[in-house]
Antibody
Framework: EVQVVESGGTLVKPGQSLRLSCTASGFTFADYAMSWFRQAPGKGLEWVGFIRSEAHGGGTAEYAAPVKGRFTISRDDSKSIAYLQMNSLKIEDTGVYYC???????WGQGTLVTVSS | IVMTQTPLSLSVTLGQPASISCKSSQSLLHSDGNTFLYWYLQKAGQSPQLLMYDVSRRFSGVPDRFTGSGSGTDFTLKISRVEAEDVGVYYCMQGIQLPTFGQGTKVEIK
């Protein structure tokens, strides 16, 4: 059974950093891209970024404009974990962060990030 | 790519059909022949769940009362007979370029 589980969300102050983890199981992690999405309170869904597999894209990543230059996605294929490193956090980064595998079919329960002074 | 859903809210009688439209600002048809259009349902307090991918393919476990159709830039999700468990917000998403979502359509029971 495919599962992805996000973790690491917490309350941080503006300007601080935070790293989220996405632990996957039930599929060959190294073969798939991994994506991050987010949802601000009461708002719609927003794509944050994704990281390609090493085999099908050299492990390169793409980012949405609001986070480019501040967020970095990485992966550890030996542990089946994708990471979202978030720097220079802003209040508007507050929300639930979800990860999915490359087909966008399996989502975790999400992890809440709150950026507030 | 801008995704535009209509209507933004829908009140439906149990057992009656429902339909949601999604239009993209560019064609979602890839040169490989696939059309990268997805439909999600997000129930209150839950993660989004994939209903349809590639316009009309039902994801695992999705009831056959859900049907996706369309091509190019115009797409539709239809529910043949709405059940209570279908309540929530429906989103379309394009995946041919960096993913973008429609605004969401809130479906409630009348």
């Amino acid at each position: 059974e495919v599962q992805v589980v996000e973790s690491g969300g917490t309350l941080v102050k503006p300007g601080q950093s935070l790293r989220l983890s996405c632990t996957a199981s039930g599929f060959t992690f190294a073969d798939y891209a991994m994506s991050w999405f987010r949802q601000a309170p009461g708002k719609g869904l927003e794509w944050v970024g994704f990281i390609r597999s090493e085999a099908h894209g050299g492990g390169t990543a793409e980012y949405a404009a609001p986070v480019k230059g501040r967020f970095t996605i990485s992966r550890d294929d030996s542990k089946s974990i994708a990471y979202l490193q978030m720097n220079s956090l802003k209040i508007e980064d507050t929300g639930v962060y979800y990860c999915t595998e490359g087909t966008y079919g399996y989502w975790g329960q999400g992890t809440l990030v709150t950026v507030s002074s | 790519i801008v995704m535009t859903q209509t209507p933004l809210s829908l009140s439906v009688t149990l057992g009656q059909p429902a339909s949601i439209s999604c239009k993209s600002s560019q064609s979602l048809l890839h040169s490989d022949g696939n059309t990268f259009l997805y439909w999600y349902l997000q129930k209150a307090g839950q993660s989004p769940q994939l209903l349809m991918y590639d316009v009309s393919r039902r994801f695992s476990g999705v009831p056959d009362r859900f049907t996706g159709s369309g091509s190019g830039t115009d797409f539709t999700l239809k529910i043949s007979r709405v059940e209570a468990e279908d309540v929530g917000v429906y989103y379309c998403m394009q995946g041919i370029q960096l993913p973008t979502f429609g605004q969401g359509t809130k479906v409630e029971i009348k």
